[in-house]
């Protein structure tokens, strides 16, 4: 499996931490982040500090971030990541969380795909939890299911019986989303998001995000697929 450097500044307006962490590519596990100069976790370093930003930067490729209760596994706060150099302090603003002494800093890569194929994360919020989504190696212009990062099961295997609130969507560096479908059981189209591409530039809009719908209400039924189409070129 591939790695690279991947950088998480976490603060509020009083103060900051950078956890730092040479990760593992398309894996939650073994992800942790530590800080940069005393190699300690975010819970042991920073208990019941108050985190109101999350400043994360990867290589090249996408990367989500989420901060979780190592013994309980809840997630206290999540997200997507800027391309190392991109960071936009305005956007990387989170709503506050307290920070528990048993809590880790963790993240998921992905690399850039082959030539004429792009890997895409997809944060996908429900009435039930919120679950990370992957699409890797889909090819230019061509629908492709997404499935849950952890373990690869369809929109309406994890989430039958909720109800669909939010979608937000993290293609690779470069690629550019033509849009996202909600598909039923009958293969029939029950909604389309279009998207866009993700600044490119310093201080440019939405450099986290191809897409960031939300106020959804679509009821997931067992059977039903959520498919992205994207490009490179």
Same mark, same amino acid.
């Given at each position: ?35 940069? +100069? ?143 479908? +909600? ?36 009821? +997931? ?13």
């Amino acid at each position: 499996m591939t790695s690279q450097g991947t950088q998480v500044t976490v603060g509020n307006s009083m103060m900051s931490k950078i956890y730092t962490l040479s990760s593992t590519d398309g894996v939650w596990d073994g992800n942790v982040l530590t800080d940069s +100069i005393s190699s300690q976790s975010i819970g042991i370093l920073q208990p019941n500090s108050i985190m109101t930003y999350a400043a994360a930067e990867y290589e090249a490729g996408a990367m989500a971030w989420r901060l979780q209760n190592a013994q309980t596994l809840r997630v206290k706060a999540r997200g997507f990541a800027d391309a190392s150099g991109l960071d936009c302090f305005e956007s990387q603003q989170i709503a506050p969380v307290t920070i528990g002494q048993n809590d880790i800093l963790t993240v998921y890569p992905v690399p850039v795909a082959g030539a004429g194929t792009s890997n895409s994360l997809v944060w996908i919020q429900t009435t039930k939890s919120t679950e990370l989504f992957t699409a890797m190696a889909a090819l230019d212009n061509t629908d492709k299911e997404m499935v849950s990062a952890v373990n690869s099961q369809s929109l309406g295997d994890l989430f039958f019986g909720s109800t669909l609130q939010r979608i937000w969507v993290s293609c690779q560096d470069g690629a550019a989303l033509n849009d996202v479908d +909600i598909v039923d059981e009958m293969g029939g189209v029950v909604m389309t998001l279009q998207g866009g591409k993700r600044g490119a530039v310093l201080g440019s809009k939405s450099n986290q995000y191809n897409l960031y719908a939300y106020n959804l209400n679509v009821r +997931i039924s067992k059977g039903w697929t959520i498919r992205l189409n994207a490009t490179t070129v």
